[in-house]
């Protein structure tokens, strides 16, 4: 039996694995372990062990890696080189198809919780303006935002992509993204104390969420599985919440005591009356489909 | 003064009163980083000075907003805010978001992929839609969703706009929209903009009113993000093109699924006009389709990439058999990419021609399912809804109302049922189906396998063959079968133990497959 302890990168765990691999080492054989300390960056390392050495696995296999390894788990190191392994010397080539097996349906769940994770950073991220370049004129933005895995790197690119046009970093415990219109960089974790904690527009925002929210439709339990609690705190407008739940029985007992409104005639109006033209013609039966064009 | 871009001396003296206790460990970030966080600090004391000062919140949104507009927005000088300003636009914003918010849609997903590297702007788009927020209603917030006035010439009578109603009228300038949509879009609350209005003196003023905020955010500030007009069937052609020239999507909402509805409740408008619209638009998304496709041809100009409507369910009579016809013309004739149903809601300035009491909610549900087996279960109308059964059942789901009511087809094997058949079966999502296959070619499948593929045991196992089971025969010709899927007898209609309706990621709930 021999401990492999690795920094929790993907790129540290495919070194570790590739030379394991050459070596025939069984999964059984091995303990995985993360290094407690963070990686100094999320840089890449460079990867200087030769490839050859290492059999051929399908590349569907290393983007679930690549996912898996961001996870939490303590796990994941050592269920992504079982599977390595049966993919390669255990003869089973076919096994990411396999959905209903056991190790292959844990690695999917896993990737799934990243993804799901990765998803909720894009969705719930808020910038707050923290001031405006001197020399370039650009506005710079800061955002604080807590994954619930190491998910900064996989997750900033389309940060990079959607806000080109202005700095932003992102701040989280896990590591900081940061643009500023030509390169995108990585550096470690930070405190919360270090982010800024709103925004001249959250009122404006707030007065939007306030306004779009219907409340004969309350559906406190739908709206909780997809913006769970452990994210409001960090979201501007969860502040409402619990107000805007507790008024609506009353508001909508008030529309429905609202004495009915007759209809008023149609004021004079050209256009109006240039509809009723129209409306009244024979039409095709307008039940009808008429023909694609 | 502008208290964001701030005076150097100004910056210095915060700077240095920051607390150290919330620095960084200097030895271990760059210069570069450093001074960000530091201007962070800085900035966030300095806010802290600001909330600090008495009756900041009696003046909401008073101060403090007007600054932060004017910094943000200093490129369209000369329309800055005083504060009597501010005040008015954020009165504004709530008639206007309230006054849309009835339209059920919300989908940002399906746009063409473009994005901001390299421009000035800021935006993206393509890949499945993003929820920014959700509001109590268990709605999706993706898209500012306003109204550019609420004023109207129609008196569609389920509509809080109508003009018989009593509400306060206001109006927004394209430029106060534009400026709202970058900002919101600058903080990530948002995926863009769905921009509808009200119809003043004529539709064709109205949609160039609606095409010029669309304008002014793509040419003159470079917005990628997500547009989603709305647009007027009675509207010239030339400006619908104009108005897909802009958008990702565009919509025109059928509002009710027959002309003798419409004629009732909204008299001013017409099916057959509104069909002749969306055809007019898919024939334009077409063209363009078909002109992408030719090899060496200059890259044919922007248009929608797709058209989507809404149907109001409860307002009049119509069944659901109705409905989904309705639906599955717009689907197979007009190519929509969805059909939005909205449960009618009561609204604040209710009109003597409807029902106060609105249809359950659960209603709503079931017909997003129905439409969900259409689209990609391979359901055909008539099996789930018809002339001898004309609504859903509301109380269970209309994949198991179907397999209840055929039970001659099953028990299907899933070591061997076709794929047609697999999604027929009660509880298989069309990823799941996909998983069967794929794991079925190298093994044979036990009830421990579908059991880690989290599906639903109970409401499977009656349908199913697997190598270790087969249900009993009785089972499946049980009378109290149906009973065993009922809700618990209480308020069923409240708490409904069921999935939210599909929101934006209309491709992602597909592939969970989860009804
Ligand atoms: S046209 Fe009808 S639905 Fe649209 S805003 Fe006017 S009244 Fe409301």
């Not at chain 1, 306004?211 to 407008?237: C, D, G, T």
């Not at chain 2, 058209?307 to 689907?331: F, H, N």
């Not at chain 2, 659960?362 to 359901?379: I, K, N, S, T």
């Not at chain 2, 789930?384 to 609504?391: C, G, L, R, V």
Request: hydrophobic share 40%; charged share 25%.
């Amino acid at each position: 039996m021999r401990t492999v302890v690795i920094q929790p990168v993907f790129a540290e765990w495919r070194k570790s694995a590739r030379e394991l691999l050459a070596l025939r080492v069984p999964p059984e054989d091995v303990l995985w372990s993360d290094e407690a300390q963070e990686p100094g960056l999320f840089a890449p390392t460079v990867d200087a062990s030769p490839r050859a050495a290492v059999p051929k696995v399908p590349p569907a296999f290393l983007d679930l890696a690549r996912s898996v390894a961001a996870h939490c788990d303590a796990r994941r190191w050592g269920v992504l080189y079982r599977v390595l392994w049966r993919l390669t010397h255990g003869g089973e080539r076919h096994l990411l198809a396999v959905a209903t097996d056991r190790d292959v349906r844990q690695l999917q769940q896993w990737c799934k919780a990243i993804g799901r994770d990765i998803h909720k950073m894009h969705a719930f991220v808020r910038f707050r303006l923290v001031g405006r370049d001197e020399a370039t004129g650009r506005e710079q933005f800061a955002a604080w935002f807590e994954p619930e895995h190491r998910i900064v790197h996989l997750a900033a690119g389309f940060f990079e992509k959607r806000f080109a046009g202005m700095d932003w970093s992102i701040l989280t415990p896990h590591g900081c993204a940061h643009w500023d219109g030509s390169l995108l960089h990585f550096t470690p974790g930070v405190p919360r104390s270090a982010a800024p904690d709103d925004d001249a527009l959250d009122d404006l925002w707030r007065t939007y969420y306030r306004s779009i929210f219907n409340p004969a439709r309350l559906k406190v339990r739908a709206m909780q599985s997809e913006m769970p609690k452990k994210y409001w705190k960090n979201l501007p407008e969860a502040t409402l919440i619990a107000d805007l739940i507790a008024k609506s029985s009353g508001r909508v007992e008030k529309m429905l005591r609202t004495e009915l409104r007759p209809a008023k005639p149609a004021p004079k109006n050209a256009y109006l009356d240039s509809l009723r033209v129209l409306n009244t013609p024979e039409r095709p039966p307008p039940d009808e489909p008429p023909q694609t064009p | 003064m502008d208290p964001n871009g701030g005076d150097e001396r100004d910056r210095q003296a915060h700077l240095l009163n920051t607390g150290h206790a919330d620095e960084p460990k200097r030895q271990a970030v760059g210069g570069e980083f450093l001074a960000h966080i530091l201007r962070i600090a800085a900035a966030k004391s300095r806010r802290f000075a600001q909330a600090k000062r008495p009756d900041v919140q009696d003046a909401k949104g008073d101060d403090e907003l007007f600054h932060g507009m004017k910094v943000t927005t200093s490129e369209t000088a000369g329309n800055s805010y005083c504060s009597r300003g501010q005040m008015d636009l954020q009165h504004k914003l709530e008639i206007l978001a309230d006054a849309a918010k009835y339209d059920a849609s919300c989908a940002s997903s399906g746009a063409a992929r473009k994005d901001s590297r390299g421009s000035a702007g800021v935006g993206s788009t393509g890949g499945a839609g993003i929820c920014h927020s959700y509001a109590p209603d268990g709605r999706c917030i993706s898209l500012l969703k306003v109204l550019l006035t609420n004023a109207c010439l129609y008196d569609c009578h389920y509509c809080i706009n109508r003009r018989s109603s009593n509400v306060q009228r206001v109006r927004f300038t394209p430029d106060e929209v534009v400026r709202i949509t970058l900002d919101f879009y600058k903080r990530n609350y948002i995926e863009g903009l769905f921009l509808s209005s009200g119809i003043i003196r004529s539709a064709d003023y109205t949609m160039e009113l609606v095409i010029a905020v669309a304008r002014k955010l793509r040419e003159e500030h470079h917005f990628g993000g997500y547009i989603h007009l709305k647009t007027i069937p009675e509207a010239s052609a030339a400006l619908i093109e104009m108005a897909g020239r802009y958008a990702d999507r565009i919509s025109i909402n059928i509002e009710l699924p027959t002309q003798q509805g419409l004629a009732k409740l909204a008299p001013e408008k017409n099916l057959s006009r509104t069909q002749d619209a969306m055809g007019h638009i898919r024939g334009k998304i077409d063209e363009r389709h078909a002109e992408k496709r030719k090899p060496d041809a200059p890259k044919p100009p922007p248009f929608a990439t797709g058209q989507s409507t809404q149907m109001l369910v409860g307002a009049d009579d119509s069944t659901d058999a109705v409905i989904l016809r309705r639906a599955d013309v717009l689907y197979g004739e007009y190519r929509l990419r969805r059909v939005y149903y909205s449960g009618f809601s009561p609204i604040p300035e209710p009109s003597a021609l409807l029902p106060i009491q609105p249809p359950p909610l659960v209603r709503e549900h079931r017909l997003y399912q129905a439409d969900w087996l259409l689209r990609f279960y391979g359901f055909k109308v008539d099996e789930i809804a018809n002339d001898a059964a004309p609504n859903l059942d509301l109380q269970l789901d209309p994949k198991l109302a179907w397999a209840l009511r055929n039970r001659t087809v099953f028990p299907a094997d899933i070591n061997k049922a076709s794929r047609e058949i697999l999604l027929r079966v009660p509880g298989l999502g069309v990823r799941n189906v996909e998983r069967i296959l794929g794991a079925r070619r190298y093994t044979r499948l036990r009830l421990a396998d579908l059991l880690r593929l989290r599906v639903p045991m109970k409401k499977l196992l009656p349908f199913i063959i697997a190598a270790d089971h087969t249900p009993a025969r009785l089972g499946l010709d049980d009378d109290a079968l149906r009973a065993r899927f009922l809700p618990p007898p209480r308020q069923a209609e409240l708490n409904f133990d069921a999935p939210p309706p599909p929101v934006s990621g209309d491709i992602e709930s597909v592939r969970s497959g989860d009804l």
